[in-house]
């Protein structure tokens, strides 16, 4: 592991990236709550990202990816800018990747003209919610037991800084 994340790149549709990324994804599955596998595919979770309106953000350690965020320029079903699937390897945990990650995807989306994003989390992790507050995130929604019982979908939203 490098001490620094050599690159954060936005990962094209035609990349060779996504296998790594499907991948990262695959591995921390269960982390989710509840798993996305019990949704959907890890493969089609992944492909809504790969062609507009998604977009995917991706940290290299050399070759390899350790971080992704995913997102859509305007949510299927939301219609807003939304930042949905973020993951972090574990040994790279707790040293800023998510961080520049949604930074990263904020800048992206300001470039596409968006002045505001949301994205959500559920109630029991508390190192995300953390960092979207840190991140100027406010809460706005709170969807009681939609994830299972004591477990909440909570949707946070910002506005996106201006160019």
């Known amino acids: 592991m490098s001490d620094d994340i050599t690159k954060v790149v936005r990962v094209d549709p035609e990349s060779d ?15 989710f709550e509840p798993p996305i596998s019990d949704r959907m595919t890890i493969r089609a979770y992944v492909e809504q990202f790969r062609h507009p309106p998604g977009f995917m953000i991706a ?4 070759e390899k990816v350790v971080a992704c965020v995913g997102g859509f320029v ?29 930074e990263e995807a904020m800048k992206f989306l ?3 003209g968006c ?3 949301e994205t959500r989390t559920w109630s029991t992790h508390k190192v995300c919610r953390d960092m979207l507050i ?9 969807h009681e037991d939609d994830r299972g019982s004591g477990i909440d979908t909570l949707i946070y939203a910002r506005a996106l800084p201006r160019e």
Do not use: K, M, N
């Not at 939301?78 to 990650?101: E, K, M, N, S």
């Open 17 to 31: 990236l996504w296998e790594a990324v499907r991948d990262l994804v695959h591995r921390h599955d269960r982390e």
């Open 59 to 62: 940290a290299l350690d050399g």
């Open 74 to 102: 305007s949510h299927p079903r939301r219609h807003v800018p939304f930042l949905q699937c973020g993951v972090v390897d574990l040994q790279y945990r707790r040293g800023g990747i998510a961080t520049r990650l949604i």
């Open 110 to 112: 300001v470039e596409q």
């Open 115 to 117: 002045v505001a994003v």
């Open 134 to 142: 840190r991140l100027g995130f406010e809460l706005i929604e709170r």
